[in-house]
Structure formats: structure tokens, C-alpha cells
């Protein structure tokens, strides 16, 4: 089952981190930006990654390359299973 987590809007600031609430199964990662069609792993739009949160522990993240930040106020849904989170798995 593909788990729906909290979507985040994206501000003015143009984030480009979104962290996950839960570690994926990287392989099942499925990203959207206003419930568009997703967008393919392999695209080179965004990637998955463990990077230091805010607390300084590495945390599950969907980050986007610079030059294809979505728009302000983008929804961005990401749809998984859950996992160990492995940045390994990713787009196999």
C-alpha cells in the first residue's frame, strides 16, 4: 500500500527540502506537484536524500535541483511505502 503524507506547500522561499514523516521504501517513492502526473524518479527534478533536520539528525527528504524548484504556493504530495529509508534503493 502507497501511504499519503502530510503535503506541504511550498512559500516564496522557494524551498527546494521537503522532509518526510516516516523513512520509505526509497524504491516506492512517488512525488507530485499539484496533483499532477507523478513525476518520474529519473527526471532529474528532485531526488531522495537523508539530510540534517532541524534538530541535526539525518531525516528522510524529497529535495529538488535548484533549477526546477516547483513554484510558490506548489502543492508537493509524496506517496510511499514504508521502509528502512535506504538512500541506496532509490530509483532502481
Do not use: K, M
Not at 516564496?12 to 523513512?23: G, I, K, V
Amino acid at each position: 500500500d502507497l501511504h499519503s503524507f502530510p503535503t506541504r506547500r511550498s512559500s516564496d522561499l522557494l524551498e527546494n527540502t521537503f522532509y518526510l514523516s516516516q523513512d520509505p521504501n526509497a524504491g516506492t517513492l512517488e512525488v507530485r506537484i499539484d496533483e499532477e502526473e507523478p513525476i518520474p524518479c529519473d527526471a532529474g527534478i528532485w531526488y531522495y536524500d537523508r539530510v540534517p533536520g532541524a534538530d541535526g539528525d539525518e531525516q528522510p527528504a524529497i529535495v529538488f535541483y535548484d533549477e526546477t524548484l516547483p513554484p510558490p504556493s506548489a502543492t508537493i504530495s509524496v506517496y510511499y511505502e514504508y521502509g528502512g529509508g535506504a538512500v541506496e534503493d532509490f530509483c532502481p
